[in-house]
């Protein structure tokens, strides 16, 4: 079966390593770019590597992001000459920074050099980077407007937001492959990742959002929310500031029902279901009720299967 997932970065890796396990190289992951940044000069992708460095089996197990076994020396001594610095990059980290940087210097496109770098870590899926065009997710604030990294990492995505803008997002052309890879999959799946910060930099893209809901018939939602709290992050909270309920509930609001056609909530949400089949949402959305709570490798494989064995 070959499928898609539009991912954002930790809760959405979590769900690919299980989709990866089952599908190996029929599996296309459409990633996240609005987090995207340069730091020290170095181009990095936060979500793309958090991506393909737990594919790869390489990721930090408690950060979840980096690289398991890290040292910081460099940024130690970056410390001296950017005595203002707050982003953290690893010592073995930097080096896929470097490499990115260098080929995107050299004229390589983002894809060309995600392909690379994923090739290099021996992953035989597609991860795609959204587009080579450059989508930045501003957080508007009662403190101004952040870079996405500096609202999350250096504000530790306290600040309350009030709008969020995916700046170049209407005007970024979908990188080779991916409007491609929507049409050709026998299912699409939005994981579970943040709907305003990690997924909605995706949709915001035209053409994308367009093709996505031409196909909804084979889009499954995957719910980022249990029991009304992120298991990490802000997610419930950045629902609450634009107005929307902190539950599974209120991220089917967010996306609208034209995005897809089945929904999976937590089991432990069971309950609400009698309220979303009471609801009708036109058009209409079928609810499953799994458990989504990934833990280990067997719960992320458990819910892949059950994912890809939903009838459409
Ligand atoms: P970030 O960009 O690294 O913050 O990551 P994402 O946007 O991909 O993921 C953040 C979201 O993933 C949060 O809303 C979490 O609640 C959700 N998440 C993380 N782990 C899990 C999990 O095991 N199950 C479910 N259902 N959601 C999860």
Redesign the pocket.
């Known amino acids: 079966m070959t499928v898609v997932a539009l991912?954002?970065?930790?809760?959405?890796?979590?769900l690919c390593e299980g989709l990866y396990a089952e599908l190996g190289k029929d599996l296309n992951i459409i990633t996240n770019i609005g987090?995207d940044d340069v730091f020290f000069g170095l181009n990095v992708s936060s979500?793309l590597d958090?991506i393909t460095y737990t594919l790869a089996g390489i990721v930090d197990q408690d950060r979840r992001?980096g690289l398991a076994t890290e040292t910081f020396s460099c940024m130690e001594r970056l410390g001296i000459f950017y005595p203002e610095s707050w982003f953290n990059l690893g010592d073995r980290d930097l080096a896929t920074h470097i490499f990115r940087t260098d080929l995107l210097r050299q004229g390589k496109t983002l894809a060309e050099v995600t392909a690379i770098i994923t090739q290099k870590l021996g992953l035989r899926c597609n991860i795609l980077p959204v587009s080579n065009d450059p989508v930045h997710t501003k957080i508007h604030t009662s403190h101004g407007v952040l870079h996405f990294e500096e609202y999350f990492v250096k504000n530790k995505a306290s600040v309350p937001l009030t709008k969020i803008e995916y700046r170049g997002a209407s005007e970024a052309i979908p990188a080779p492959g991916v409007l491609e890879a929507i049409k050709n999959a026998e299912r699409i799946i939005i994981?579970?990742?943040?709907p305003i910060?990690?997924i909605a930099p995706i949709l915001a893209i035209p053409s994308i959002r367009q093709l996505i809901t031409k196909f909804r018939q084979k889009v499954i939602a995957?719910?980022?929310?249990?029991q009304g709290a992120?298991?990490?992050?802000p997610?419930a909270r950045n629902l609450r500031e634009l107005g929307y309920d902190n539950s599974a509930f209120g991220v089917v609001d967010y996306y609208k029902p034209n995005l897809f056609s089945h929904f999976v909530i937590?089991q432990r949400d069971k309950d609400l279901l009698n309220h979303f089949t009471s609801n009708r949402f036109s058009p209409p959305i079928t609810f499953s009720s799994f458990d989504?709570?990934?833990?280990d490798i067997t719960k992320k494989i458990e819910l892949a299967r059950r994912i890809l064995s939903l009838p459409l």
């Open positions: 991912a954002g970065g930790i809760g959405a890796a979590k987090d979500d958090i992001w994981c579970p990742s943040n910060l990690s995957v719910t980022p929310i249990i992120a298991v990490k992050g997610t937590d989504t709570l990934m833990v």
